[in-house]
C-alpha cells in the first residue's frame, strides 16, 4: 500500500509538471520577440492572441484589395506583453517588439444578427518588429496570408508600410494615435511625435 501510494505520488508529481511545461509553452512565445528562419525570414508568430490585446480598427484598410467584396475589414492589433509592460511605463517600444494586425472580413448577416457587424473570414497577418540589430532601419515588415509558415521582410527597407508608418504614426511607428489606451500612455509621458498632428486633417 505504502509502495503504491509513493508510486500514485510520483505519477501526480509528474503529471503536473508536464501540464504545466505544455501549458506554459506558447505564454513564453509570446514573450520572446522576433523568431528568424535559417534564411532569414520571420518565423510567423505564434501564440499572439494570448498576448496583449490592443485595440481594433473598422474599415480603416490603407490596402484597397483587404476587405473583399467591398466588405470593410476588422483589424485587431495584438503586442508582445513585456513590450506593453515596458509602454506602459516609458511610452516606448523596446527592442524586440512583435506588433500582430490581423484582417477579418467583416459581415452583418449571420446567425440572429440583424444591425451591426461582426468578423468573419480570416484574410491574414500584417506584422511589425522593432529589432534594431538586425534592422538597420529599426521597424521591419511582413505579410503572412493565412497559413503561410514565414515571410521575408518586405523591400527596400524603407518600402511603403515604413514610410507611412514613419510619418503618420503617433509614438515612433506604433498608431497609437487610433489605440486610445496607449494614447493615454503617450500623452502622459509626452512620447507623441511632434510631427503627427492628431486631429482630423
Ligand atoms: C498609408 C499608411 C499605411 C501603410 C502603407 C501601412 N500601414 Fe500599417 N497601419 C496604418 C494605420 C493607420 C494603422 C492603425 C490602424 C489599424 O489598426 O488598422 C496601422 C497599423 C499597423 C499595425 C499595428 C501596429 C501599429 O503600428 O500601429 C501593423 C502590424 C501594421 N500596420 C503593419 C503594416 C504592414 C506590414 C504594412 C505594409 C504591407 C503596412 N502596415 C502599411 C497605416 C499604414
Keep these: 500500500m505504502k509502495r503504491f501510494l509513493a508510486v500514485l505520488a510520483i505519477a501526480l508529481l509528474a503529471g503536473g509538471l508536464l501540464l504545466r511545461a505544455s501549458r506554459s509553452q506558447p505564454l513564453e512565445n509570446t514573450n520572446s520577440g522576433p523568431q528568424y528562419t535559417s534564411d532569414g525570414k520571420l518565423v510567423r508568430p505564434q501564440g499572439y492572441r494570448r498576448g496583449v490585446y490592443v485595440s481594433s480598427g ?16 476588422f483589424t485587431n492589433v495584438f ?18 517588439t512583435v506588433f500582430v494586425l490581423e484582417e477579418y472580413r467583416s459581415t452583418s448577416h449571420g446567425s440572429i444578427n440583424q444591425h451591426g457587424s461582426y468578423q468573419e473570414a480570416f484574410l491574414g497577418l500584417d506584422v511589425e518588429v522593432k529589432d534594431e540589430s538586425r534592422f538597420p532601419e529599426k521597424w521591419a515588415y511582413f505579410g503572412f496570408d493565412t497559413t503561410q509558415p514565414s515571410s521575408s521582410a518586405i523591400k527596400p527597407a524603407k518600402n511603403g508600410c515604413w514610410n507611412c508608418h514613419d510619418q503618420s504614426a503617433a509614438v515612433e511607428h506604433s498608431f497609437a494615435q487610433f489605440y486610445p489606451e496607449l494614447l493615454k500612455v503617450a500623452k502622459e509621458k509626452g512620447t507623441i511625435k511632434p510631427t503627427v498632428h492628431l486631429e482630423t486633417k
Aim: hydrophobic fraction near 25%.
Design 58 to 73: 473598422f474599415g480603416m484598410s490603407y490596402n484597397p484589395d483587404v476587405g473583399g467584396n467591398g466588405q470593410p475589414a
Design 79 to 96: 503586442v508582445t506583453p513585456s513590450s506593453y509592460d515596458y509602454f506602459l511605463a516609458n511610452g516606448k517600444w523596446p527592442d524586440k
